[in-house]
């Protein structure tokens, strides 16, 4: 409800007004996504990707230290786990407005091919991770030599 | 490791209206804190992906409008497999008032969060009045 310009009203407008706000909170529940426009989801969110010779996972990790991240690889599991510190604030802050959220994460991803584990790197830039997974051997395509009778 | 309660995602698309678009690409509404101490103000906001390059604060009016640009180019030669979010600009405005001192507003942006630092005004700095005896 926004705001609404106030006028000399009888007694009947208010009632007018109740229903009003009934279909709307009836509009709210009912709604089949109470967030419109938001995506909620885990965190962190992530790509998969891949080219002919690596999987690349990146995930969305802003303002979180190297050192809090724990990423492994069993398998074709990945697994990226964390902490988001919040930031050191004194004492004497007082929060106007918080939406972004702290906390410990951990989540695994089934990766879409077989990869080679020995040889996984990661790298983190302006808060993005960029984990990239070299394809093992038998997963990559291999031409098939026809040979003649 | 302590439990605490897992950060969330939140991303909504907005329709740029006062972001200058320069590029393809959709735009989103970056989440963000803001704190204030005796000093200052601080405003945090997420933006991944967003370097110290393509990041453009400015102050209009009593507007602080910011624009943060992402680069797509890494996905030229991959496929996506699976995508949880997308990848888009981000803008968000502040309105200020003139409790800021305005020529003193610091940012800096490191691993995908910038923060703004807005110092208060002289005149609105809490001070003690001292009592003069007589």
Known sequence: ?149 | METKEHPTVEKKKITPDKCVVTGKGEWYFPLSDIYETPDNFTILIDMPGVGTDNISIDLRDNELVINGEVSQEAYTDEKVVYNEYNIGHYHRHFVISDAINRDKIEAKISDGVLSLVLPKAEHVKPRKIEVKTE
């Open chain 1, 1 to 149: 409800m926004g705001l609404m310009k106030w006028e000399r009203t009888g007694p009947l407008d208010s009632l007018t007004h109740i229903q009003k706000e009934m279909s709307d909170l009836l509009d709210i529940l009912s709604s089949t996504s109470p967030m419109e426009g938001y995506a909620s989801m885990e965190f962190p969110p992530i790509i998969v990707s891949a080219n002919e010779e690596h999987v690349f996972v990146r995930a969305e990790l802003p303002g979180i230290k190297i050192a809090d991240l724990d990423i492994q690889v069993v398998d074709d599991v990945l697994t990226i786990k964390g902490e988001r510190k919040s930031v050191a604030v004194t004492a004497k802050a007082t929060y106007l407005r918080r939406e972004r959220n702290y906390g410990t994460f951990a989540r695994s991803i089934m990766l879409p091919e077989k990869v080679d584990v020995e040889r996984v790197s990661a790298s983190y830039k302006n808060g993005v991770l960029l984990v990239k997974l070299p394809k093992a051997a038998e997963a990559k395509p291999k031409q098939v030599v026809i040979q003649k009778a």
